[in-house]
């Protein structure tokens, strides 16, 4: 047996703790398994293309499309934003990250449902799929970043250092709320599949909550001295972080004149101090997520 | 000696619900129907295994015997009780244990190794090992939907016993595999008991757990029936008493779980 006697066994069998066999759970778990995570994230992308002819191709076609639709219908039908600078960048940019965030939630949340068999039979920690569906929709954001900054170059892009922490910020902020939601939702997924159809009610909403299709000046002038309770929506404060690091820095400053002399606000004052608080909530709400989770784990595999 | 699995008390409650949807309850709670109901699949069951003790766990259908593999497996946890195991667990609870049907053979094998907690490097050192005890020639590199249950059995049980392991588990794996398969497999077991490792040992065959085992635990509706010996084990169970209307013997069957 010279295949068995190995690093694991050649220890002394005392010094080894006795143990609950279902020790090893949680988020921290998940990262110390970076192989298997490494290995769940592989599947599920070359799973997600899987037989189809354009493959990865979709992941820039799918955003592509969202994209003029919404440029077609609220640019050229409605006329709206035409004084707004670079406004189809500023479109973009939002529709990446309230895209990001759908997938995470959306897949995060049944991910659970679709991994039955590995779920039901083998011992690993179970947030592993929700994780794995976020990588794997992060993934999917890196094709439609290079179109954005393509387009943001074409448009005389200037990026400062704060756009870079902007950008960061803002890809923190989604992947831990979108992680949580995914996690509590996956979890009561399980007991009730209803779960699974609030996830897309709470979706349609997300698109309207950021400022996306129109400008956060918009959201300034309208809702006053209540545009700070706007910016307690974390997608919101992301969106706008995202549309700092890539919308602003495009735009000349003889347009930035010209949005000051009408008294637009285009962007929120303290706005990375808005981002960190709204990442430090964001991580709380991840901690509670995964209380949650590991509460409802236990009952998990009867049920499926 | 030390103790590789420790059981006190341990209950596992289970629910069943026999209405789903919100019109099913309603209906129900106004006729007076119960919604759910609750029963113990384990009930304070209580045992210690010294480390190196191969155990042969037996029972009738439905007695608990995979609920309290899962457990020792982590996938499920006690209820009520504590369940304490030492060092690592491999095993097989059930053949082909999550497999997915889409991917190849070879990616199935090197996910399913990963999932029992082998590191990248301990797989690179052992994946020939286990594509040669596996013996599925080019089928390797079909999907697993396309696999027979012996193939699936195959594979999953070719990664399992590679996993270096303080304890390891085996469930209904033999049943579906093919005689010279299952000599291989019974050797390889025998090495992983000579070895020193813990075995749990799942089985309907009186034969091979006398052959494997050197104590058998019974379930019996959820309670330890009995825990000793593994001939008055089998005789506990009655396992070895021919059936009076059906002369096949196990043998016969070609069955050895």
Known sequence: ???????????????????????????????????LLRLLVQREISARYQGSFLGLMWSYINPLTQFFIYWFVIGFLFQLHKDLPNFPIHLFSALILVHFFNETF????????????????????????????????LYHVV????????ACVLSGWTPDAVAVVCLVLALLIIAAIGLSGALLFSAANVFFRDFGNIVNVLTNFVRFGVPMMYPYAMVHDRFGRFADYYLLNPLADAVVLFQRAFWVPTISDAEMAEL????DVI??????????????FCLVLLAFSQWVFSRLENKIPERL | MTTSILLENVTKEFTLRYHRTFKEVTVAKARGVKTSDRFNALEDVSFKVEAGESIGLMGLNGSGKSTLLKMINGVMRPDNGTLLTRGRIAGLIATGAGFHPQLSGEENLVLNAA????SERELKRKYDDIVAFADLGRTLEAPVGHYSSGQRARLGFAVAVHVDSDIFLADEVLAVGDKPFRAKCMKKMMEIRDSGRTLVYVSHSPA???KMCSRVIVLEKGRLGFDGEPKAGIHYLEYDTPDSDNEITDDEMGNDI
């Open chain 1, 260 to 263: 000051e002399a009408r008294g």
């Open chain 2, 115 to 118: 999932i029992l907690g082998m």
């Open chain 1, 267 to 280: 962007m929120p004052d303290n706005l990375l101090t808005h981002g960190f608080v709204a990442l430090a």
């Open chain 1, 143 to 150: 094709p439609q970043v290079v179109v954005l900054v393509i």
């Open chain 2, 208 to 210: 091979s757990v006398e």
């Open chain 1, 1 to 35: 047996m010279t295949d068995i006697a190995t690093d694991d066994l050649s220890r002394n069998p005392e010094d080894i703790p006795l143990k609950p066999p279902s020790a090893d759970n949680g988020l921290f778990a998940v990262f110390q398994r970076h192989y």
């Open chain 1, 106 to 137: 959306g897949a995060g949340t049944r991910s659970i449902m679709r991994n039955k068999a590995l779920v039901v039979k083998m011992a690993m920690p179970r947030e592993m799929f929700p994780v794995a569906t976020m990588l794997v929709s």
